[in-house]
C-alpha cells in the first residue's frame, strides 16, 4: 500500500514538473513595454540611489526628532599613583594608592529660540522633498524607457521598410538588366539601378546600426549586462493611437503642476529656506538649559569598604544655565542674511522649476498637434506616391518610361513612406508623454 502511494505521489510529481517546464518554455521571453518600465524602476542604480537618499534623511529626521529629550552619559575615571613617601625616619618608600570616579550626567534644552522645534520642522521637510526626488527620478526612468523603447520599435520598422526596399530594387535591377541585353537601356542606365541596389543594402545597414544602438540604450537604462539577452515585443501601433485626441493645453498644464512632483519639492524648498531664517534669528535669542549629575567615588587608603565608600561620597548636583549673547561678532547678522538671500534663490528657483514644466508640457502639446497633421498628410502623400510609383513601375516595364522617370518616382514614394513612419512615432512618443505629465500611465 505504501508503495503504490509512493509511486502516485512520484508520478503526480513529474506531471507537475513537466507542467511547469512547459509552460516556462512557452512564456515568451520578449519585453513588453510596460515590463521594461517596472524592470527599470527596480534596478536602475539612479532610481536606487534616490531611494537610500530617502532613508539617510529618515534617519536625520529620527535624531532631530530626538534632540527634544534629555542626554545621559555616564563616566568614569581609574587612577593608580606610585610616589616616594616618608615613613617618619627620614626614610623614602615607594607607596602606591588607587582612586576611582564614577559619574552619571544628563542635560536638556528648555528653551533656544525656537531652534530645535524649527530644525525638526526642517528635517522633515527635507525627508518629504527626498521622496519626492526619488519620484521625479522614476518619472525620468519611465520617460527614458518609454523613448528608448519606441526608438527600437521605429528601428524595427524602419529595417522592414528597407528590407522590403532592397527586394523590389533587385527586381528593378533584374529587370533593368534584360532591357540592357534586348539594347532597351544604355550602360549608364543600368549602372544607376546597380548603384540604387547598392545604396538601397548601405540604408538597411544605417537602419540595423540604429536599431542595435536602440537596443544598447535601453538595456544600459535597465542596468543589463553586455551579454545578457534581450528582445522586447513589437507592438502593433494602431492608426486610433497615434490620432487619438490631443488634451487641452491649459488643462494639461494645470495638472501638471499640481501633479508632477518637482513642483511640490519647490515649494518644500522655499519653505526650508524660511524655517531657516527663523533657525538663524533664533541665534540672537537667550538659550536655557537644565542639567544634571550623580557622582561618587572610592580609594584604597579609606578604611571603609567598596560599597560603603560609594555610599559615603554620594553626590548629587541639580543646575539651570541661561545663555544671553551680546556681541557675536556679527555672526548672528550675516547668518539671518544668508538665509533670507537662500530663500529668494529658493522662490527664483521654484519659479524657475514651474517655467520649464510649461515649457515641457507645451512643447509636448505642440509636437503631438504638428506630428498627428503631418502624420494625415504624409499618408496621404504616400497614398497618391504609392498609385503613381506603381504606374511608372508597370509603364518602365512596358518599355513606355525611361530610367530618370523610374528613379525619381521612387525616390518621392521613399520619401514619403520615410515621413510616414516618422510622424507616426513622434505623434504616439509625444501624446504618451503628455499624457504622463498629466497622471496618465504609460501603456501601448
Do not use: W
Not at 527596480?42 to 539617510?56: G, L, R
Not at 528597407?162 to 534586348?182: D, G, P, Y
Amino acid at each position: 500500500m505504501k508503495k503504490l502511494q509512493f509511486l502516485t505521489f512520484l508520478t503526480l510529481l513529474l506531471f507537475e514538473s513537466n507542467f511547469i517546464v512547459a509552460q516556462i518554455g512557452n512564456e515568451s521571453p520578449k519585453c513588453s513595454l510596460n515590463r521594461c518600465i517596472k524592470y527599470a524602476l527596480e534596478n536602475n542604480i539612479d532610481v536606487k540611489t534616490t531611494q537610500y537618499s530617502v532613508k539617510i534623511s529618515e534617519e536625520e529626521l529620527k535624531q532631530a526628532h530626538s534632540s527634544i529629550f534629555p542626554n545621559l552619559t555616564f563616566s568614569s575615571s581609574q587612577s593608580l599613583v606610585n610616589q616616594k613617601v616618608d615613613d617618619g625616619s627620614g626614610n623614602f618608600n615607594n607607596k602606591g594608592s588607587y582612586s576611582g570616579s564614577y559619574s552619571l550626567n544628563s542635560g536638556i534644552t528648555i528653551y533656544n529660540g525656537g531652534a530645535i522645534t524649527n530644525n525638526i520642522k526642517q528635517k522633515e521637510i527635507a525627508h518629504k522633498s527626498d521622496q519626492l526626488s526619488s519620484r521625479e527620478t522614476q518619472n525620468n526612468i519611465t520617460i527614458s524607457v518609454t523613448q528608448a523603447y519606441l526608438q527600437i520599435v521605429y528601428a524595427y520598422e524602419s529595417v522592414k521598410i528597407n528590407s522590403e526596399t532592397i527586394k523590389v530594387s533587385m527586381a528593378q535591377l533584374e529587370r533593368a538588366r534584360e532591357f540592357f541585353k534586348e539594347g532597351s537601356i544604355s550602360p549608364v542606365e543600368l549602372a544607376q539601378f546597380e548603384s540604387q541596389l547598392s545604396n538601397d543594402e548601405y540604408q538597411l545597414t544605417v537602419a540595423q546600426n540604429t536599431l542595435a544602438k536602440a537596443k544598447l540604450t535601453l538595456k544600459q537604462i535597465l542596468e543589463l549586462g553586455i551579454n545578457d539577452n534581450f528582445e522586447i515585443e513589437i507592438p502593433s501601433i494602431e492608426e486610433n493611437m497615434v490620432l487619438a485626441p490631443i488634451p487641452d493645453l491649459n488643462t494639461a498644464c494645470q495638472i501638471a503642476l499640481t501633479v508632477m512632483p518637482q513642483i511640490e519639492k519647490s515649494k518644500l524648498s522655499i519653505e526650508s529656506s524660511k524655517l531657516g531664517e527663523q533657525i538663524a534669528k533664533s541665534g540672537a535669542l537667550p538659550s536655557i538649559s537644565a542639567n544634571a549629575s550623580v557622582g561618587t567615588g572610592n580609594a584604597n587608603s579609606s578604611g571603609y569598604s567598596f560599597a560603603e565608600q560609594l555610599n559615603n561620597r554620594l553626590s548629587q548636583n541639580i543646575g539651570l544655565s541661561i545663555s544671553i549673547p551680546i556681541y557675536n561678532k556679527r555672526s548672528v547678522r550675516t547668518s539671518i542674511n544668508k538665509a533670507q538671500i537662500e530663500t529668494q534663490i529658493s522662490i527664483l528657483s521654484s519659479q524657475n522649476t514651474e517655467k520649464e514644466l510649461l515649457s515641457t508640457v507645451e512643447t509636448l502639446h505642440q509636437n503631438a498637434t504638428s506630428s498627428s497633421k503631418r502624420y494625415i498628410s504624409a499618408k496621404e502623400k504616400l497614398k497618391y506616391y504609392n498609385i503613381s510609383y506603381a504606374l511608372i513601375s508597370e509603364q518602365f516595364n512596358e518599355g513606355l518610361k525611361n530610367t530618370v522617370d523610374l528613379m525619381t518616382e521612387r525616390k518621392n514614394y521613399l520619401s514619403a513612406q520615410q515621413e510616414v513612419l516618422e510622424s507616426k512615432f513622434e505623434s504616439l512618443l509625444s501624446l504618451k508623454l503628455l499624457k504622463f505629465y498629466m497622471n496618465e500611465p504609460i501603456e501601448l
